[in-house]
Every structure is written in structure tokens, then in C-alpha cells.
């Protein structure tokens, strides 16, 4: 006789293992995500640590530029106090002297300016290359949170069909909750004289009208096999359609 399940309860037992290679796809899918997770720190602690590397250089470089300004200046005092000397010691005349001191100035100021200008773009450029890092860390560890958020959903969503499966499953005998195993074949036993009766395959159900509505009774179904004669007692609950 042939052990087999009724359809309903193997097409369980079917999507209970499809759950569970999904749950190894997933398992999977969860590490190799973590490993990007890991990839993606230590690619934002470098990027933390060229940081921690490029601010002070700005900072130095930006007492440079300040040293260099006032060596521009400490200069430019010079320039005019020998301009004066000079012009003292040649007899020059005062429109002279102020028309070269008034070059002398514009054109320091002028080397000045540019220097200036120099000084700013590129701390404009240094500020703009810490920024675009800046968004570049955020933005992968945005990506990082989504993709981790996908494998909890995931991993959620078999939670709830598990339990979801459990609910619709009227099954409650031991042997559905173990993992299948072949029956072994006991020994080969004496013959006996007397005949053995074979249990009745009919199975009894009462039902009783309640608001013109049939509602079958539980009751007790009687499986067995005829290789080793174990009878087995499965509880049936609710069965309107499939009796």
C-alpha cells in the first residue's frame, strides 16, 4: 500500500522546505552584505583618516600664506623707507617721491592681491574635495543601512510566513513535527495460524445543522502500514471538503 500524504499536507511540507532553502539563500545573502558593510567602513575610515591628514595641511598651509603676507608687508615698510633715504639723499621733489612710492604700493599691492586670490582658490578647492568626501562617506553608508534594512525585511517576512503557516496547519501529531525518515522493515516474523483482520479504512463522521450550516465533528482517522502493521492516530480537525 502506498504511505503516502494527502496533497494538502505535502504541498506544506513542500512550502516548509522552500521556506527553509530560502532562509539558507538568505543567510548567505546576509553575509556577503556584511562583508560589504565591513568593505565600506574601513573604506570610510580611510577616507576619516585622509581627513584627519588633508585639515592640518590646510592649516599649515594657511599659516603660510599668512607669513608670507606679512613678509609682503614688512617688506613694503622698507621699500618705502629706503624710497624715502633716497629721495632725501637726491633731492627729489615731493610729487617725485610721492608718484614712486605711489607705484612702488600699487604694485606690491597688485602681487598682493594675486596672491591672495591664489591663496583662496585653492582653499576653496581644498574645501570643496572635503566636502564631495564628506557627502561620498554618507552616501555609502546610507546604501549600507538600505541594504541591511532589505535583509531584515526579508528575513522578517519569512518570520511571518512561518508562523503564518503554522496557523493554517491543523497538524498536531509528533511525527509531522520531526524530520521525515523511512520506516525501517522489522524482522521477518513466524507465521501464525490465525488470520489477521485488517482495521476498517472507513472513517466515521458525525455532523449536526447549526444555523443551516454543516460542521464537521472531529474525529480520529486510523493509518497504518501493511509492511510493519504500526498504526498510527492522527486528530483531524475541521474538515468540511477533504473528508
Not at 530560502?22 to 574601513?42: G, P
Not at 609682503?72 to 610721492?98: H, V
Not at 570643496?128 to 546610507?142: C, D, F, G, M
Not at 521525515?180 to 490465525?194: M, N, R
Request: glycine share 0%.
Amino acid at each position: 500500500m502506498n504511505n503516502k500524504l494527502r496533497p494538502d499536507l505535502q504541498n506544506i511540507i513542500d512550502q516548509f522546505l522552500d521556506l527553509t532553502a530560502d532562509h539558507q539563500v538568505l543567510k548567505k545573502s546576509l553575509t556577503a552584505r556584511e562583508e560589504i558593510n565591513n568593505s565600506l567602513i574601513m573604506a570610510s575610515n580611510r577616507a576619516q583618516k585622509q581627513l584627519d591628514i588633508l585639515i592640518p595641511q590646510v592649516e599649515n598651509f594657511l599659516e603660510y600664506a599668512k607669513k608670507k603676507i606679512k613678509e609682503q608687508k614688512t617688506r613694503i615698510r622698507l621699500l618705502e623707507d629706503e624710497i624715502e633715504i633716497t629721495q632725501c639723499e637726491n633731492s627729489l621733489t615731493e610729487e617725485k617721491r610721492r608718484e614712486e612710492i605711489d607705484n612702488l604700493t600699487k604694485a606690491h599691492e597688485s602681487q598682493l592681491e594675486n596672491l591672495k586670490t591664489n591663496y583662496e582658490g585653492e582653499i576653496r578647492r581644498l574645501q570643496l574635495t572635503i566636502e564631495s568626501q564628506k557627502k561620498s562617506v554618507i552616501v555609502k553608508q546610507n546604501l549600507t543601512s538600505f541594504r541591511v534594512r532589505i535583509v531584515i525585511n526579508f528575513y522578517l517576512q519569512i518570520d511571518k510566513l512561518t508562523v503564518q503557516a503554522k496557523k493554517n496547519s491543523n497538524l498536531d501529531h509528533p511525527a509531522f513535527q520531526a524530520p521525515f525518515k523511512p520506516l525501517k522493515k522489522p524482522k521477518a516474523k513466524k507465521s501464525t495460524v490465525q488470520a489477521f483482520n485488517w482495521p476498517s479504512l472507513d472513517v466515521e463522521v458525525s455532523q449536526s445543522i447549526k444555523n443551516n450550516e454543516e460542521i464537521a465533528v472531529k474525529k480520529k482517522r486510523r493509518l497504518y502500514t501493511p509492511d510493519d502493521e504500526n498504526i498510527l492516530d492522527i486528530d483531524i480537525d475541521t474538515l468540511s471538503d477533504d473528508s
